[in-house]
């Protein structure tokens, strides 16, 4: 891609792409070039990608309201973080305009009224067991700090209490403040993923999980956790 | 004229009958001992000639087969007319004599009668399979007087040798013949010897000795029960040489002691009285032997033996631990000086322990492995407990401390000091925090280096070789570094000398000795911004204007903190030598200038933490010797008090060493080894997977414990550390098996 054609060139492309239709309007809206955008765009990181490449944009914050709005769901509604997982998105509240319309296109999307109907569809994804880990397992990289390893415990927590509302696990809430009281640092990736293998695998008498494995670390803790406290009581064998 | 040949005249059964009939006769009459001279060669070949013409007749006159008959029937006729008779209305010993006798006498007449009929054997028994003339006599014995009168025999026999085992003398020449009979009546097997004689004598045994044993364990204590156990594994033993068959020996052995020994074993071992555990408190060696070897034939025997050993060490070594920490919790923690004479009696003490035990797995338990297994785990268990608060490791320390420093508490010869420091580096084989030790022993290494108070050099150097034995060469390298620091500190003096000599614009004037440490050999030490006298500080550039001449591209950092100085002070009666860290000289030097100074002062002209200075202070005003006076004259500082020279200070030495109180810095060391575990448990963790590139967590722990030989690694520490390399991107999960980890390169 060209430098100074490039933004051009890409809407061109798109516009010739799709033809011309009602969609056009919506992006102009969501797309905010990076020299007017008013809201903070990230870490320092991302600005210095952005201004490597200024021609690359990004639907942020404010897009994203506009987004949901037009397709009718709360921004905080989980169905966003689907969407994020389709467009492979890198960062929760930023779709670049690379991810956002490869997410599109992928996704068979060229009208509002498609985009609302797929929204149904994807929350379906979510009940299907194997879509549901990916989206488990990408939501750790989509929701930490760029440039950070390990996710803030307070986002991890929130991150939890959504995903887990949609495949129950009636432990989560104990576990939330277990790490609360105990913890109190960032998850590491391999905790997050660990843990939902936890909660699918291990019974909530906790008669199947076995401490010399190879459980993380804090895994370990929150099972000594729940049976110091009595929350679990835990067959003797 | 016709010559006829001379056919003989066939012999007709009858007569030729007649001579074999006398045969036979004399032979019983020779049997019964009645007066019967001997057969002659000539008797013998007549009878023997006569059967053999009556068998190569031709018939209707050849008499083979009725002569095999009539072989049988003689035998036959002798059995049941005389010898059944003879057994039928006799017992016990009487029969036994009798039945001796007449087998004997069965088979004397088998082996004539056989000689007189054995024409037969020659053809007619072979070509018609018959059995042999042998064959018959035996069978005939054993069907006829065998099977009348064995029960009987049997009976009699073992009433003897219960006789015997009652104490009476017996017979023991008829017993053996007897129970011969019975042995040969098998011809080879020894199903008869079995199942007539063997079983029934067995049951009778187990019997006997069952209710033998019954009332010993009553009233026998453990010693004396074993001695027991032993004369009768003996006189059973005895037994079979003297009339039993060799094969019943090993299982009357086992039934003798299984009702003896394993019925009872445990009630034997754990008697309060006199058990297992009573005889190895009171050291019986003898007994203790006495029960290995009786143990050891017997299932699991030796196992539970160990198990008791193992306890009866682990508490002994665990009341050691409760003793010291009564002490340290009694007494209040200024007394540091009795905490200390307890932690050396208590090392003492663990030695003293060991030494007692270490005869008894050697001679009295052979040396087995089992018993050294369990001595081990033993003080395994109790030396890795924390002892009046602090580790076994930091105890051995001190130990090996109080015994290389000048001035320590115990008194003994070159030869006994080397036994005692091989014997605490075998404490240390117990212990799992060996790199605690290794830092602990640091620390302590140094002053006693830095501070010249190593009372023997060799035995410093001897101590390290010991360690390396028994721990590799990577366990003593930083120490043996340190001591080699010290020669080559004196070579470096040596050389700074010189130099002071040749350059004596630099020499400052006052006499300054430096050592040079490596960094990495020595514990690590508080750098500070102390201000240095003046008059120091001349000596510290002459050094360090020499030091490059000698090696260059080295930084030097000074650790005043850790110097000595000898320093003159006037006092109104008397002039005494001061020796002294060189912070305290510092302080001494600032009264040079003024005569009286408050502690803020004090604190801002040497630029030092308030803990240092109080330290310092408190050496100099509060304890033995008061070189300074304080204002107010309390026996603690604050930061009001205001000091001042004490010139009115004496003493009967001309020269007096102010010691300075150390810092317990516990607390700090056990930090520098947690952190350094981190690092070991990384690197082998890495070292493993890099070679076996995928491994289950099971194995990798198993190896990781394994390969760590200087401490115990905590499974909690290993698993965070095996996370931590997750997250560095060291190692993966395997996406299928969770178990599995996998090296990135």
């Not at chain 1, 994203?64 to 709360?74: A, G, N």
């Not at chain 1, 293998?197 to 956790?225: C, M, R």
């Not at chain 2, 019925?263 to 034997?268: G, K, N, T």
């Not at chain 2, 080894?673 to 990798?700: G, W």
């Amino acid at each position: 891609m060209e430098e100074e054609e490039a933004g051009t060139m890409v809407h061109t492309n798109f516009y010739c792409h799709l033809g011309n239709w009602g969609i056009l309007k919506k992006l102009e809206q969501w797309f905010i070039p990076i020299s007017m955008s008013p809201w903070k765009l990230g870490e320092k990181a991302a600005l210095q990608a952005l201004k490597a490449n200024p021609y690359v944009d990004m639907i942020v914050v404010d897009g994203i309201s506009l987004l949901c709005t037009d397709l009718q769901v709360d921004p905080q509604d989980i169905v966003m973080l689907v969407v994020s997982w389709h467009m492979k998105a890198a960062t929760m509240c930023e779709f670049s305009r690379q991810e956002f319309i490869g997410g599109l296109q992928s996704l068979g999307i060229d009208t509002i009224e498609k985009f609302r109907e797929k929204l149904s569809y994807m929350r379906s994804e979510l009940r299907d067991d194997q879509r549901f880990r990916e989206i488990y397992n990408f939501s750790f990289g989509w929701a930490k700090e760029k440039g950070q390893k390990s996710l803030a415990l307070e986002t991890a927590i929130g991150m939890w209490q959504l995903l887990f509302a949609e495949w129950h696990w009636p432990l989560v809430d104990h576990w939330c403040q277990f790490l609360q009281l105990k913890h109190n640092k960032a998850i590491s990736r391999d905790t997050w993923s660990q843990l939902l293998e936890f909660a699918k695998t291990i019974d909530l008498q906790l008669s199947n999980y076995d401490e010399e494995g190879a459980w993380p670390y804090l895994i370990d803790e929150f099972v000594e956790y729940l049976t110091e406290n009595g929350i679990v009581q835990r067959p003797q064998n | 004229m016709k010559r006829k040949r001379a056919v003989p005249k066939p012999i007709l059964f009858g007569e030729g009958w007649e001579v074999i009939e006398q045969g036979v006769t004399k032979m019983k009459r020779i049997l019964e001992g009645l007066p019967e001279p001997p057969f002659t060669s000539e008797e013998y070949m007549k009878i023997y000639t006569r059967i053999h013409d009556m068998c190569i007749q031709r018939s209707p006159h050849d008499t083979t087969e009725k002569l095999y008959t009539k072989y049988k029937e003689v035998i036959m006729e002798y059995i049941t007319s005389v010898v059944l008779p003879s057994l039928k209305d006799k017992h016990d010993e009487f029969l036994l004599r009798e039945l001796v006798i007449r087998w004997s006498n069965h088979k004397i007449m088998s082996k004539w009668l056989s000689r007189f009929f054995s024409y037969l054997s020659r053809f007619f028994i072979k070509r018609n399979s018959l059995p042999s003339l042998d064959e018959v006599a035996f069978t005939c014995f054993r069907d006829q007087v065998y099977k009348e009168t064995k029960g009987k025999v049997k009976d009699a026999a073992i009433s003897l040798i219960d006789q015997e085992r009652c104490g009476e003398q017996i017979d023991r020449g008829l017993l053996k013949n007897v129970i011969e009979i019975f042995v040969e009546i098998g011809t080879g097997k020894m199903d008869y010897y079995k199942n007539d004689f063997e079983e029934e004598m067995l049951k009778e045994t187990t019997a006997y000795y069952s209710r033998k044993a019954s009332n010993w364990i009553l009233i026998e204590s453990f010693p004396d029960y074993m001695l027991k156990v032993e004369e009768c594994l003996r006189r059973e033993k005895d037994r079979v040489v003297h009339y039993l068959h060799a094969t019943s020996e090993p299982k009357l052995i086992e039934q003798v002691r299984h009702e003896v020994l394993c019925v009872y074993s445990s009630q034997l071992l754990e008697n309060e009285k006199s058990g297992c555990c009573v005889l190895i408190q009171e050291h019986k060696v003898d007994d203790l032997s006495r029960m290995y070897k009786l143990f050891s034939k017997i299932d699991d025997g030796l196992c539970r033996i160990s198990q008791i050993y193992k306890k009866h060490v682990t508490v002994e070594g665990t009341t050691l631990v409760k003793k010291a920490d009564d002490v340290a919790s009694n007494k209040e923690a200024e007394k540091r000086v009795v905490v200390g004479l307890q932690e050396q009696t208590f090392v003492r003490e663990v030695i003293e322990l060991h030494d007692k035990n270490m005869p008894l797995v050697n001679d009295c338990f052979q040396n087995h492995t089992l018993f050294r297994k369990v001595l081990k785990e033993a003080f395994e268990i109790f030396l890795n407990k924390t002892v009046a608060g602090s580790s076994t490791a930091e105890l051995l320390v001190n130990y090996c401390d109080n015994i290389l420093k000048k001035g320590g508490s115990e008194k003994h010869s070159d030869e006994a000091i080397e036994q005692i420091l091989e014997k605490a580096v075998n404490l240390l084989g117990y212990i799992y925090d060996k790199d605690l030790f290794v830092e602990f022993y640091r620390k302590k290494l140094a002053r006693r280096l830095l501070f010249d108070k190593s009372a023997n050099e060799d035995h410093e150097r001897s101590i390290l070789t010991k360690l390396k034995q028994q721990n590799g060469t990577h366990f003593t390298s930083k120490l043996e570094g340190m001591v080699t620091d010290m020669t080559l500190a004196r070579e470096t003096q040596a050389d700074f000398k010189d130099y002071l000599q040749c350059n004596p614009r630099t020499n400052p004037g006052i006499d300054l000795s430096v050592t040079v440490l490596t960094t990495g050999f020595w514990p690590s030490y508080r750098s500070s911004d102390f201000h240095l006298p003046f008059e120091m500080t001349k000596c510290i550039q002459a050094f360090t204007e020499f030091y490059p001449t000698k090696t260059n591209s080295r930084k030097l950092t000074w650790i005043y903190s850790l110097g000595t100085c000898n320093i003159t002070a006037k006092f109104e009666l008397q002039t005494i030598e001061l020796i002294v860290t060189t912070y305290q000289a510092a302080v001494l030097l600032l009264f040079n200038d003024s005569n009286r100074l408050s502690y803020s002062e004090i604190m801002s002209q040497l630029n030092l933490a308030d803990d240092d200075v109080v330290r310092l202070l408190q050496s100099l005003c509060c304890l033995k010797y008061k070189i300074l006076n304080k204002e107010p004259n309390t026996n603690s500082i604050s930061s009001d008090d205001v000091f001042a020279f004490n010139s009115k200070f004496t003493n009967k030495m001309r020269r007096i060493r102010i010691p300075l109180p150390i810092v317990d810095e516990k607390k700090k060391i056990l930090e520098v080894v947690d952190k350094d575990r981190k690092y070991v448990v990384d690197a082998c963790l890495i070292r493993i997977m890099k070679s076996r590139k995928v491994l289950n967590h099971q194995q990798l722990i198993t190896e990781c414990v394994e390969q760590l030989k200087v401490f115990k690694p905590d499974l909690k520490l290993i698993k965070k550390r095996i996370e931590d390399l997750i997250n560095r991107e060291y190692l993966e999960r395997d996406s299928e098996n969770l178990n599995l980890y996998r090296y990135l390169a």
